[in-house]
């Protein structure tokens, strides 16, 4: 077991979360062609829940905690972890792969149930022995608090969780405070856990490059104050005081600005941070999240006008979209950047295709669900919409199988 667990280097680890990457957008496939044709033997309900819960832990998680380790232990792509980390990854693995088996065979049950308990509870063994570690780090102070606070909300996203739980054992059937635990756990995950780990990676980086951003400790003050009050942009429809709903105005706005100061600071440095990107790929993946990032805090802010929060929740087209915005337009995309511009795995000519083949088909998604919502608003039919839908995730898995396959390839020296 000793020997297997040193041999994890960390490019396995990543290759091997890119497969999770693959596995979790040909759950998304199959969603799509159960709209198209009868597939008996796929539950729709059953197979998102995978498709979700495997998203979350086994990709994004796996790979965000890997990045956490790497950066605060300064290993390089060949190394292994401390023996403790390898332990946690590995039972997250497992973990995860148990919520995959389980939800696509019963849904919530007991056994799909056991596994999420088990994935939060690694959350939190991980939580607290990075916090730790963390602490006797020597990463600048700005990292640091990055760092911090994203697994202070990793903990915190929980919450939802168990109190949806507890709705469910004592039998409530409010739906609307089923619907706000749900959106408790997913604001603290993506606004949370994963938006303050990018955020600490890519200021990491820019540490090692040399490249000082002007703003950086207002940026992360403002974002770390307003996280929690933002969760009721989430709870729009729970007819808030007006006393909340001023608050929560000046959040919005405040968390508008700071991600604008942070493009300001950015483009005071771009000639300085355009000569240390490495590849080409990698540039345009910094990009695209940018704009996918400028896009989702726009919304953001509009989504405080009641009469059109209430509209984009009430069409699931639209919060879908926005999730995947999210999910893939930013955190995917910079997962990607940060692991080809510090080498993790190589960059080529099969991966840049890959890659490019995955960005266009995002795209597309997006494109397809905001036509999907808009017409939902405004009455009207446009056909063919599901087909779309379903051709991009062909694209999508297809990319996601060839990038594996690519990194695979070109990290086969490392394999043998």
């Known amino acids: 077991m000793g020997r297997f667990l040193d041999n994890l280097t960390i490019r396995r680890w990543t290759i091997i979360g890119l497969l999770n990457l693959v596995l979790v957008s040909g759950f998304g496939l199959l969603m799509r062609f159960k709209v198209l044709m009868p597939l008996p033997f796929v539950e729709q309900k059953q197979i998102m829940h995978a498709h979700s819960h495997f998203a979350f832990s086994g990709w994004l998680s796996h790979v ?67 916090r730790r570690d963390l602490r006797v780090s020597d990463l600048s102070g ?35 405070l089923q619907l706000a635990a749900v959106y408790f756990f997913l604001h603290f995950q993506y606004n949370g856990w994963f938006f303050f780990m990018c955020m600490g990676l890519a200021n990491h980086w820019l540490d090692q490059e040399g490249v000082q951003l002007r703003y950086r400790k207002r940026v992360f003050q403002i974002f770390a104050w307003a ?39 950015i483009r005071q440095q771009l000639k300085k941070i355009r000569s240390r990107i490495s590849v080409s790929i990698v ?5 695209a999240v940018l704009l996918a990032a400028s896009i989702k ?38 997962i990607l950047a940060f692991i080809f511009q510090t080498q993790i795995v190589a960059a080529s000519r099969k991966v840049n295709i890959a890659v490019i083949g995955f960005m266009l088909g995002v795209v597309f998604n997006e494109l397809l669900l905001l036509l999907q919502g808009a017409g939902g608003i405004l009455g009207i039919f446009i056909p063919h919409i599901p087909l779309g839908l379903g051709a991009v995730a062909v694209v999508l898995f297809i990319s996601l199988l060839g990038l594996w396959w690519a990194v695979v390839y070109e990290s086969k020296k490392d394999l043998q």
């Open 64 to 130: 965000l905690m890997l990045l956490f380790v790497m950066v605060i232990g300064r290993k390089r792509g060949g190394d292994a972890l401390p023996r403790k980390y390898q332990l946690i990854l590995l039972a997250n693995l497992v973990v995860s792969y148990g919520m995959l088996i389980t939800f696509t065979y019963q849904g919530y049950g007991g056994y799909s149930i056991f596994f999420s308990t088990l994935s939060i509870l690694l959350s939190y063994v991980f939580a607290y022995t990075a």
């Open 297 to 334: 805090f726009l919304l953001q802010t509009l989504s405080v006008i009641p009469s059109l929060s209430s509209l984009a929740y009430s069409f699931r087209p639209i919060v879908v979209g926005y999730l995947h915005l999210v999910l893939l337009g930013i955190i995917t995309f910079f």
């Open 142 to 176: 700005v990292v640091r608090n990055w760092l911090s606070m994203a697994l202070f909300f990793l903990v915190l996203s929980s919450l939802g969780t168990f109190y949806l739980a507890y709705l469910v054992k004592t039998g409530n059937v409010d739906s609307r």
């Open 227 to 265: 996280c929690i009050p933002g969760y009721l942009l989430s709870v729009l429809w729970y007819n808030l005081p007006m006393w909340l709903y001023v608050g929560l105005v000046i959040v919005v706005i405040f968390q508008l600005s700071a991600w604008t100061l942070w493009l300001h600071a």
């Open 283 to 287: 540039a345009w993946l910094f990009c």
